[in-house]
């Protein structure tokens, strides 16, 4: 399924919602620079072959959006049938990588609270706003931090958090 990753994917781009604006409004302490454009530029494994093989686009930093686990929910519901509707989690990555490894952790942490901010104005919008090839993706619960992983020696950081979200479409099938 193409169209929930790039929904997502796509409102982490957006000009008002997404990553790169709630990252201006994210409070910073006195001293702490805003993370640079690399920090917010936003992948998915639909449309870029790093992404799609698990890693972070060269120069390291960015953010990654994949499915992580998609399953179809049966309900006895004629209507239900007609639509698909299914359950999926989407995880996003947050790749810094910088010269000093505070500096990366710092960012990071800034980077991954404008991905929850823009999340957060994700679920306050009708999710008839999120279609795409009639596919409708809504928010389903409460996304989870499920890694933090660190390497010293290319002073790479990166943070995951899984997003349950409920996808239903409409193909037109008899």
Known sequence: MNEPIRIFADWLKDPTHGVATMLGLVPRDAGDPLPGAGAVSV????????????????????????????????SDNAAAQRSGHHALSLLVRVGLRS?????????????????????????????NSHIRNGFRLALHGDAQLVEWWETIEDTLITAAITIPFDTTHDFGLP
Do not use: C
Request: hydrophobic fraction near 45%.
């Open 43 to 74: 992948f998915d494994e639909t449309r870029d072959a790093d992404a799609a093989a698990e890693h972070f686009p060269d120069p390291g930093s960015g953010i990654v959006v994949t499915v992580t686990l998609a399953f179809s929910r049966v």
């Open 99 to 127: 010269a000093n490894m505070a500096n990366a952790k710092r960012d990071g942490n800034y980077v991954l609270r404008a991905v929850l901010w823009s999340l957060r104005r994700f679920g306050q919008q009708d999710p």
